[in-house]
């Protein structure tokens, strides 16, 4: 069975405490690995999409990095407007584009 | 601005009663999507439709019907609700094979009673 996986389900840090978010993922055949930031009472906002293992996208003071398993959110001297739930989606090749997601990571940031 | 629409934003409906979720997008995206999402359990896949006048099943149908009423309109209909679809229920889009990110609406907040 597909699953997505992300850990740990809560981050407190304090700001300029880097950290980073875990999503691991069981799947046959890759397609895309997709974060995503949601903020309370709104929908998922796309962050980064990685394709292959290696890959490295970068936004402000996060970073996404990909391997064959897992891919790892990495969230340089975070700041307060951070604190979100982050979200994980895996793509896979024949799904018409569907995407199965994480339960996600819960992060606050306190000042 | 441009983006996915949804409509209503709240809803309470009584045990047995019908409603249609409405979405529309303005990005002339191919696919569309409608996911529900519930504490403990992620977003999980209801329905959606790859291309203009096709609609498929996703990972939770059941007690949901669905039209793609043209390329920019999805709606999602309860039509006897239940209890058990007390959810916050998304519908988001994107280009044929999703390489640009999705882009989500803001939500339905439904509760039935």
């Known amino acids: 069975e597909d699953q997505v996986t992300q850990s740990p389900e809560a981050l407190r840090l304090q700001e300029g405490e880097s950290s980073s978010l875990n999503c691991s993922y069981t799947?046959?055949?890759?397609?895309?690995l997709f974060w995503y930031r949601q903020d309370p009472g709104k929908g998922p906002e796309f962050l980064f999409t990685?394709?292959?293992a290696g890959e490295e996208k970068e936004k402000e003071r996060l970073k996404a990095t990909l391997t064959k398993k897992e891919s790892f959110l990495h969230i340089t001297a975070p700041k307060p407007e951070d604190s979100a739930t982050y979200l994980c989606?895996?793509?896979?090749?024949?799904?018409?584009?569907?995407?199965?997601f994480g339960k996600g990571t819960k992060l606050s940031v306190k000042p | 601005n441009a983006g996915v629409t949804q409509t209503p934003k709240f809803q309470v409906l009584k045990t047995g009663q019908s409603m249609t979720l409405q979405c529309a997008q303005d990005m002339n995206h191919n696919s569309m999507y409608w996911y529900r999402q519930d504490p403990g359990m992620g977003l999980r896949l209801i329905y959606y439709?790859?291309?203009?006048?096709?609609?498929d099943k996703g990972e939770v149908p059941n007690g949901y019907n669905v039209s793609r009423l043209n390329k920019r309109e999805f709606s999602l209909r309860l039509e006897s609700a239940a209890p058990s679809q007390t959810s916050v229920y998304f519908c988001?889009?994107?280009?044929?094979?999703?390489?640009?990110?999705?882009?989500f609406g803001s939500g339905t907040r439904l509760t039935v009673v």
């Open positions: 989606a895996v793509q896979l090749f024949g799904s018409q584009g569907n995407l199965i």
């Open positions: 799947v046959s055949g890759l397609r895309g």
């Open positions: 439709s790859a291309s203009e006048g096709t609609t």
């Open positions: 990685l394709y292959s």
């Open positions: 988001a889009s994107t280009t044929r094979d999703g390489t640009y990110g999705y882009t």
